[in-house]
């Protein structure tokens, strides 16, 4: 039980704090169809896409991504918006701090300091998992990651680039990284300096080389695949070369974080048709058995561990002892009822038709 609270307790902490700097403040905030348009004091703009798939209390991730020279925030959202939904992640897009023509271009007198003023403001205000950012740049943008990444690797959990003119260098040892290059794109002509950083910054640089991409971003579902690869640290960087477009489907997402479980439970049964497999205690065994674990568990004289591996049931296992409401129908009816009426942080019983069940509801984040 210990163990559990503080889990839930760092969850909250964690997902309120940013880096460990000052937090810039917003000069004006406004809303332009699905983005939110934020100015800083410092006059640095961003917008954000919060995908419409995030649930009631998940923690999502967060993508700072960076446009090309003469790009805007709008193309980057677009682009990764369909990436959004499928993990939970808010994309915010910067825009460069000098005009150029209808789009915008980078001084990096000015922009370094202000994209990192952007990602602290995001992170204290939407509250991303600061475990899950990552910085994603395209062309110019994507020379603009490789400057700012290595000098704020703490901010990142990794970096994508993108058609960029830049690869990574020794500095960026040790962040996860993956670079694109179209085999059409006049920065391809750096693909053999990417292959060698995939060796010398091993095992944690990609390198992903696009047949028939000209100077483009690459199909959203290698994007995807891209972000899986930072977020599965058993993966070693390779080389690949993909094809135009992808065969499979968009990948389920590694990393993606969900909401604390709103209760817990262990299940007691005995004997009858639809008790699990194996149950051969009789309904007076089970309420003792169930009895005697509720009372360990108020008294804390065992854990939340301990007690799920004395569930009857393997989903139950499975899943460390969580349960949503939804789950509950399975059991009845009447277990969901109970769980409705409970106080936080607190043990109740309940009678099912095969079995006890003894629930604890969480504190709700």
């Known amino acids: 039980m210990r163990r559990l609270l503080t889990l839930l307790a760092t969850v909250v902490f964690a997902a309120s704090l940013p880096a460990f700097a000052e937090v810039p403040k917003a000069k004006s905030t406004a809303k332009e169809g699905e983005y939110d348009v934020v100015t800083l004091e410092s006059g640095a703009l961003f917008k954000v896409y ?3 798939s995030l649930k009631k209390g998940e923690t999502p991730g967060m993508v700072l991504t960076l446009h090309g020279h003469g790009g805007n925030p709008e193309s980057m959202l677009g682009y990764g918006q369909d990436a959004a939904e499928n993990r939970g992640d808010i994309w915010v897009a910067y825009r460069g701090g000098e005009a150029v023509g209808p789009g915008f271009g980078y001084n990096s007198g000015h922009d370094e300091k202000d994209i990192i003023d952007v990602a602290h403001y995001a992170i204290a205000t939407y509250k991303p998992d600061p475990k899950r950012v990552v910085l994603h740049g395209f062309s110019a943008g994507g020379a603009m990651s490789c400057m700012l990444a290595p000098k704020n690797r703490d901010l990142f959990a990794g970096v994508i680039t993108c058609a960029a003119p830049q690869i990574p260098a020794a500095d960026a040892k040790g962040l996860r990284w993956v670079i694109f290059l179209g ?34 971003l690459p199909d959203i579902i290698y994007f995807n695949d891209a972000m899986n690869f930072i977020y599965d640290p058993a993966v070693k960087g390779d080389v690949q070369t993909l094809s135009l477009k992808p065969a499979n489907a968009m990948a389920a997402p590694k990393g993606r974080g969900s909401a604390p479980p709103g209760y817990f439970h262990i299940y007691i049964a005995y004997k009858t048709a639809k008790a699990p497999a194996g149950v051969t205690r009789n309904k007076l065994q089970a309420k003792s058995a169930a009895d005697a674990l509720l009372a360990k568990l108020k008294k804390k004289e065992t854990t939340l561990e301990e007690a799920v591996a004395q569930s009857d049931d393997a989903d139950t296992k499975a899943k460390q002892g969580a349960i949503g409401m939804e789950e509950m129908v399975k059991y009845g009816g009447k277990m969901a009822e109970k769980a409705k009426g409970m106080k936080s942080e607190t043990w109740e019983i309940c009678e099912t038709e095969s079995g006890y069940q003894l629930i604890w509801r969480a504190k709700a984040p």
């Open 50 to 52: 919060t995908p419409k």
């Open 183 to 216: 085999t059409d794109d006049p920065n391809y002509k750096l693909a053999a300096e990417a292959r060698k950083a995939v060796e010398k910054l091993a095992p944690t640089t990609a390198f992903r080389e696009v047949t028939g991409l000209g100077h483009a």
